[in-house]
Each structure stands twice: as structure tokens, then as C-alpha cells.
């Protein structure tokens, strides 16, 4: 028994190497996609998410895109100075505070997005497309456990 042991923590040894490096090259190529339009990748994911999902309050765009309330902010500030998005208030409940995305912004991403999404499907070309699904249903099998331990 000892034996089957180690060698499944040295799978899952493997694993987290080959999952970290795959993260990271795929990464490095898309976050350099994104400084090509001129955004930080926190203001392009911010900008993302409120392009595809529409108004959102600022507490829920950090569990989105996985940044922190305090980069949230300071991202934020950033786009609406750019023009990019605007802060508005709920009708119903004054705490909270709805990001929208601006006709500017709109403007950017209906310029910019095809492109992005091009650049990212040619990152993941290695796999198939049922390649892709399978892949996206382990992660999220991954993910889910690894919140559970």
C-alpha cells in the first residue's frame, strides 16, 4: 500500500507542476495581449466582465476575475478616468454601488474582444474542441475538491 501511495502523490505532484506551468505560459501570452490595447489585465478582465455580463455591483467583480476589493477600486478609478466605465448607485439599496460599462468602453470591446478571443482560442488550439470541454469540466472537478480539503 505504501507504494501505490507515493506514487499517486507523486501524480499529484505532477500535476500541480504540469497545471502551474500550462497556467503560466498561457498567461504571460494572454496578459501581453491585453497591454496591447492598452489596459492593465485587471482593467481588461474588469472591462470583461462588464462587457459580457452587463452592470454588476463593484463587491461581486472581484470574485469574477480573482482580484482583490482593494485592486477592484484602484482598477475602477483607473477606467472611469479613462471613460470607460461609470460607478451608479442602486435605486434600492444606497451600500451598494453598480460598475457599468460606458459607450466608450463598449466601443473598445466591440473593437478589441474579437481579437482577444482570437488570440486566445489560438492559445488553446492544442487540444480539441471536445478536448477543451473535458478540460474545462476537470478544472472545475479540481476546483471544487480543492475547496472541500
Do not use: W
Not at 504571460?28 to 459580457?52: H, Q
Not at 480573482?66 to 472611469?80: A, C, F, Q, R, V
Not at 451608479?88 to 460599462?101: G, Q, S, Y
Amino acid at each position: 500500500m505504501p507504494n501505490e501511495l507515493d506514487k499517486e502523490q507523486a501524480t499529484s505532484l505532477k500535476l500541480f507542476v504540469v497545471l502551474s506551468k500550462a497556467y503560466r505560459t498561457v498567461m504571460d501570452r494572454a496578459v501581453k495581449d491585453m497591454k496591447e490595447y492598452g489596459l492593465s489585465p485587471s482593467e481588461f478582465m474588469v472591462l470583461e466582465v462588464l462587457y459580457t455580463k452587463g452592470q454588476i455591483p463593484l463587491q461581486q467583480i472581484g470574485e469574477k476575475i480573482l482580484i482583490t476589493s482593494g485592486s477592484i477600486t484602484y482598477n475602477i478609478d483607473k477606467l472611469e478616468k479613462k471613460g470607460y466605465l461609470k460607478r451608479v448607485p442602486c435605486k434600492d439599496d444606497r451600500r451598494v454601488i453598480f460598475a457599468e460599462i460606458t459607450a466608450a468602453g463598449k466601443e473598445l470591446f466591440d473593437r478589441i474582444f474579437p481579437d482577444h478571443a482570437a488570440t486566445i482560442h489560438g492559445l488553446t488550439r492544442a487540444l480539441s474542441q471536445d478536448e477543451k470541454l473535458e478540460a474545462v469540466e476537470l478544472l472545475k472537478k479540481l476546483g471544487k475538491g480543492a475547496e472541500e480539503s
